[in-house]
């Protein structure tokens, strides 16, 4: 995804390694992608996973503020806790400050 903001933004790492089956985690997942779309500051997210030993999405916010919206919000807060007791075998959150980028398009 190109991010059309310039720096400095945020972005929130978010590295994972996923329990066996499915149970729920694409719906959850294609959700939270909407909701977060909708919250102010979000600037867009990049994901990738090499099923089912790492995920990697990175997500992009115009500042700590809408990140700790999105953190907080009333839908997301209960399906992150239900990701812990079911869709992961284990995560780690990495928030960074942005400041500079640069693209190469062949």
């Known amino acids: 995804m190109h991010i059309q903001a310039e720096p400095p933004y945020y972005a ?3 590295t994972s390694r996923r329990t066996d089956g499915d149970n729920g985690y694409a719906d959850a997942a294609k959700r939270m992608g909407e909701l977060a779309a909708q919250q102010p500051g979000f600037l867009g997210w990049d994901s990738a996973r090499t099923s089912p030993e790492l995920g990697i999405t990175v ?3 115009k500042d700590e503020e809408s990140i700790a919206g999105w953190r907080n919000h009333v839908e997301h807060a209960p399906t992150r806790d239900h990701g812990r007791a079911n869709w992961y075998e284990d995560f780690e ?4 400050k942005v400041e500079r980028t640069y693209r190469w398009t062949k």
């Not at 959150?93 to 960074?96: C, E, L, P, S, T």
């Open 12 to 14: 929130v790492i978010f």
């Open 59 to 61: 997500s992009y916010w």
């Open 93 to 96: 959150v990495h928030v960074a």
